[in-house]
Nanobody
Framework: QVQLDESGGGSVQAGGSLRLSCAFS??????????MAWFRQAPGKERERVAA????????YLADSVKGRFTISRDGAKNTVYLQMNSLKPDDTAMYYC??????????????????WGQGTQVTVSS
């Protein structure tokens, strides 16, 4: 079974930075590569995918709202995925979730497409 454990959330002022970490453990028989993603959900809004990385070839994907500010990366040796968030804005305030699905990322942007989830970590950006 796959388990995801997030850390790194907190409160910052606008313009600040945070780095989220997601430690990945476990395997699914028959799958060696996964799409690892970060979603966020603000109160009253749908959960949206903000970043993803395909472990097979480390291809990354970023939502338009975070391009130029957020970076997703992966440390294969540590089985950890990171979300570096710079130039944070109050609109970035949300619960951030790490998620995983076996296979690719490119066609899978909805929360329903992801099978495994972490518990979430809160990010709060004040103006």
């Amino acid at each position: 079974q796959v388990q995801l454990d997030e850390s790194g959330g907190g409160s910052v002022q606008a313009g600040g930075s945070l780095r989220l970490s997601c430690a990945f453990s476990g395997v699914l028989p028959g799958y060696s590569n996964y799409c690892m993603a970060w979603f966020r959900q603000a109160p009253g809004k749908e959960r949206e995918r903000v970043a993803a990385v395909y472990t097979g070839i480390d291809t990354t994907y970023l939502a338009d709202s975070v391009k130029g500010r957020f970076t997703i990366s992966r440390d294969g040796a540590k089985n950890t995925v990171y979300l570096q968030m710079n130039s944070l804005k109050p609109d970035d305030t949300a619960m951030y979730y790490c998620a995983a699905r076996p296979g690719g990322c490119i066609s899978y942007r909805n929360a329903a497409d992801f099978r495994f989830w972490g518990q979430g970590t809160q990010v709060t950006v004040s103006s």
